[in-house]
């Protein structure tokens, strides 16, 4: 007896409650995209086994250490909101390099300042025309910082998320209109010709427990993980030990520190799907033994922020970014595509005239002095009370404070709502520190 439509339909609602697998399986495939851009995929280049040498340093360094615990993470993000986009490789990224530029500054000022939020969406507008990453569809942390040392990168008050790319931009060949890098509105909107923009200066590749530690030390890092459906779909506390040997690589996440629990050592880690997955959008992966390639495939940067003092000194009346509000026509973005993203602000000429001796980033040479200051932070008692103190005579908040991240309101009239948000913060006396 043949089936109808119906009864098919039935049949195969029936299976899928029955044997749910058959849907997370297919489901955890479209939650991760990632793509090897001139590069061997993870599996075809295994880690190598420690060397004698590198057993005994890593007995040398910390058994606990985690950037999130010394206040400098930054809020997480959800890259499947408002709607899917394979933008791991992305928030991966710029997840370590908006915590490292937290640390710089800490490091510069001597004091915790605003959290700088980059702008994934002007990446995902922009990169792809310049042959790095397919935006939604995938890509590689190398791309992002790729980018980010060309081009630069400015904060998310340029762009808010959207998860969308390039191909939006039909009129222009898929190339990033003025209006795709930075963008404000008053009665209409237009792009802004001036902004600070982060740059990369300088970005590589490790694997390996030991390099992956000693780059720690330095701040964050982004790492590949393959994604299976229990990391997916399962996880919601612990240390993930995956003893199926997957190992197809297609996510990225940034590793914010590592410890050890019950004789466990683990990695602790960052994912982008937002802080109601796992551990307030955190997780544990064991240490040591590559579980889910963790290990395998890792990156790193060296931000540059010397174009905020640029941009600051030199109008600033203006604070930087307003420099750039000028009356714009809403078509013009579409008639004159930028070809070159490098095109739309100036400034790094400058930089580049600087002497190497004015880098303030972290050195080698200078490891000691520079982990004796961030640890100065955790060890010091005072300072989640001085966070908190607010000098009601001068109105001056404490430059101890762990700044929340800047908005920008200039598309909808919301002052109020967002100094309501500021007073609640201080009322309840909540800040993005976790200090141990």
């Not at 997840?95 to 300042?113: H, P, V």
């Not at 750039?324 to 595509?337: K, S, V």
Request: glycine share 8%; hydrophobic share 35%; with cysteine.
């Amino acid at each position: 007896m043949s089936l109808t439509i119906r009864q098919y339909f039935c049949h195969a609602l029936c299976l899928l409650f029955l044997f749910p697998h058959l849907w997370i399986d297919v489901a955890a495939k479209k939650v991760c995209t990632r793509t090897f851009r001139d590069r061997l995929r993870p599996r075809d280049r295994p880690v190598q086994p420690l060397t004698p040498e590198q057993k005994k340093e890593l007995d040398t360094f910390p058994r606990h250490f985690d950037w999130c615990e010394l206040g400098m993470c930054a809020p997480s993000w959800n890259q499947h909101n408002p709607r899917y986009c394979g933008s791991c490789y992305v928030h991966g990224a710029l997840s370590s390099a908006q915590d490292r530029i937290k640390i710089l500054s800490f490091l510069k000022y001597g004091k915790l300042s605003p959290d700088v939020m980059l702008g994934r969406q002007s990446f995902l507008n922009c990169a792809p025309g310049h042959g790095l990453s397919d935006g939604c569809n995938g890509g590689d942390p190398k791309d992002v910082f790729e980018f980010m040392h060309h081009y630069g990168l400015p904060d998310e008050t340029c762009l808010p998320y959207s998860a969308t790319d390039h191909t939006k931009y039909n009129n222009t060949n898929g190339t990033c209109p003025p209006s795709g890098y930075c963008v404000n509105c008053m009665e209409n909107c237009f792009p802004v010709t001036r902004v600070v923009r982060y740059r990369a200066k300088r970005f590589g590749h490790l694997q390996g427990e030991h390099a992956m530690i000693k780059e720690l030390q330095n701040g964050p890092i982004t790492c590949g993980i393959a994604c299976n459906k229990e990391f997916s779909w399962n996880y919601s506390a612990g240390i993930i030990n995956d003893t199926t040997g997957f190992m197809e690589v297609d996510h990225d996440v940034e590793i914010v520190g590592w410890g050890e629990e019950n004789g466990v050592k683990y990695w602790h880690a960052r994912n982008s799907w937002g802080s109601f997955w796992g551990m307030n959008g955190f997780f544990k992966i064991v240490r040591g033994t590559n579980n889910l390639a963790i290990e395998s495939d890792c990156h790193y940067v060296v931000p540059d922020i010397r174009e905020e003092e640029v941009v600051f000194e030199e109008h600033p009346i203006y604070g930087g970014s307003h420099y750039g509000i000028r009356p714009f026509r809403p078509e013009e973005a579409l008639e004159n595509p930028v070809a070159n993203t490098s095109d739309i602000t100036t400034g790094h000429e400058q930089l580049a005239k600087q002497e190497d001796a004015d880098d303030e980033t972290y050195e080698e040479s200078d490891a000691e002095t520079y982990m004796s200051k961030i640890l100065g932070l955790k060890q010091n008692s005072d300072m989640q009370q001085e966070a908190m103190n607010v000098a009601i005579g001068s109105f001056r908040v404490s430059d101890a404070v762990s700044w929340f991240p800047i908005k920008t309101l200039l598309v909808c009239g919301i002052f109020g709502m967002l100094a309501g948000y500021v007073l609640i913060k201080t009322n309840f006396r909540r800040s993005y520190m976790r200090i141990r």
